[in-house]
Every structure is written in structure tokens, then in C-alpha cells.
């Protein structure tokens, strides 16, 4: 069974309205014939379930109407065999070819172990790297101003920061950026080490290992995955890019990346 979308039509269509119908969700005239009514009643339904709002009924919409898909489940489409070292080297032009063959099978598996194997999320993923990261590696947060006082310490400016959980002295250092994603403070690195099964507190340079650094970038996904799908359904990349990284640092390149993707995988 395929999902249920614009100009579907048949017998699963009439099951589909007359199940939106019963729960309040008036699609109209129950015809079989999936048009702009059904699309809305699917879409607020959606919305009144917490599910991605995008008007198709896939296989969380028909089960969370209480209609039991076919044994063929309904799953998105997998692009995670069609991403090479070639395709990303494009969305990556200035970037050692060495790099990307090195991290990118560890990037892939990160994503296949969280379920973010569908184009969007795939490229959602390739292109924060490329914004926060354009070597396609695992690195270090550089100094700066905003986290090192004038002849300070490095990262001094972060020891104290009550909203990273850093408790003083050395904590700045410690817990700085690191990573695909720049994980950052040490409730950051608890959090995320515990949800991982590993000690990122006693052993934060970790955070720059390969596959740990793909597996935390995946897990900010994944946390933000409904309203990052949210968002590009209505193509909006700088509401997407904010999601991760929460305002608009490096969108040129994180844009530039994503709608080379898409092309590469039309």
C-alpha cells in the first residue's frame, strides 16, 4: 500500500475520509477521490497528533487514525546508497577528498543508526557539516573573543557559563566546541554521552572521534526532526538551519550545500 496523497484515489481513500470524518476531521465529500479537502482534514489531523503536517497519509498517519497499513509498510525512501564520496565532494567543493572518504562512512552509519535515511534529512545533515565545518572532519572550536578574555586562559569566558553547566576553572576548556556540530558545555556533554553510552565528562576529546562526532551530529537531528521536516516542506532552509544551530551562522554554505544535494539527487 503506497501512501495516500493529492490524487490518490480509490476504495483506501473512501476508508481514509470516512475514518477523518468520524474523528471530526470533515474531508469533504467522500468520493474516494484524494483532493484539496481530504489534504486538509489529513493536515490538521496531523497537526492535532504531533505528526509531520505535510497532507499525505503515510504509515504514523494511518495507524494513528487506526487503519493497519498492508504488510508492505510504508516507509520514506532511503538515498543513503546513493550518497557518495563523489556526490558529496560536489556539495563540498573546496574541501580534501581524503577528508570526506575518511568521515563519510561514519556519518552514514550515524544516520542509518537514528532512521534519518530519507533525501531531506540526509542532506539536512551533509549540509550542517558543511556550515559548521567545511573540512568534512571533526574539530575543535577555535578562540575568540566571545569565549577567551583579553590575556586570559583560553576559553575562560565559558568556565563559568551556568547555562552549559560549567561549574568553574578549566570547565571552558574541557567542554569547548568539538565535533561535526561544535557540542559545547558540560550538560551537553553528559547528556548526550549518557544518551550514547559513553563517558564524554572524563574523556571529552571524544567528542572529535569520528563515528561519536557523526553519532552526536545525528542525535541533534533527530531531536529536532518533525519541525526540521516542518520547515524544509515549505522550503524554508534558514528556519531548518536554525533548528540545529540556533540562528544563522554559516547559512550561505549551509544553502549552498543542501540545494546541490537536491540536485544531485534529482
Do not use: C, W
Not at 537514528?114 to 572550536?141: G, H, Q, W, Y
Not at 553519532?215 to 532552509?237: H, M, P, Q, S, T
Amino acid at each position: 500500500m503506497d501512501p495516500l496523497k493529492r490524487d490518490s484515489s480509490g476504495a483506501d481513500v473512501v476508508q481514509l475520509q470516512e475514518k477523518l470524518k468520524s474523528l471530526g476531521f470533515n474531508p469533504g465529500k467522500i468520493d474516494g477521490d484524494f483532493g484539496p479537502g481530504t489534504e486538509a482534514a489529513v493536515i490538521a489531523f496531523q497537526r492535532s497528533e504531533g505528526i509531520l503536517a505535510d497532507g499525505v497519509a503515510g504509515v504514523k498517519t494511518l495507524k494513528a487514525l487506526g487503519i493497519e497499513p498492508a504488510q508492505a509498510a510504508i516507509k520514506a525512501v532511503s538515498v543513503i546508497d546513493r550518497i557518495s564520496v563523489n556526490m558529496v565532494s560536489k556539495m563540498f567543493p573546496f574541501t580534501p577528498l581524503d577528508n570526506i572518504k575518511k568521515h563519510l562512512p561514519d556519518v552514514l552509519s550515524a544516520l542509518v543508526e537514528r532512521d534519518l535515511t530519507d533525501k531531506n534529512m540526509v542532506l539536512m545533515a551533509l549540509a550542517t557539516i558543511r556550515a559548521e565545518t567545511a573540512s568534512f572532519k571533526p574539530i575543535d572550536e577555535g578562540k575568540s573573543r566571545f569565549n577567551t578574555s583579553p590575556g586570559g586562559k583560553p576559553f575562560d569566558l565559558y568556565d563559568n557559563r551556568r547555562d552549559l553547566g560549567n561549574k568553574g576553572p578549566s570547565d571552558g576548556s574541557s567542554f569547548k566546541g568539538r565535533g561535526f556540530i561544535q557540542l559545547t558545555g558540560r550538560s551537553n556533554y553528559e547528556v548526550i554521552g549518557t544518551e550514547l553510552k559513553v563517558n564524554l565528562i572524563d574523556n571529552p576529546a571524544m567528542a572529535n572521534d569520528s563515528l561519536i562526532a557523526a553519532r552526536i551530529l545525528a542525535v541533534y537531528i533527530k531531536r529536532k526532526e518533525l519541525r526540521i521536516k516542518e520547515a524544509l516542506i515549505e522550503d524554508d532552509l534558514k528556519r531548518a538551519r536554525r533548528l540545529v544551530n540556533g540562528g544563522s551562522h554559516g547559512l550561505e554554505p549551509f544553502v549552498e550545500a543542501f540545494r546541490t544535494g537536491e540536485r544531485l539527487l534529482a
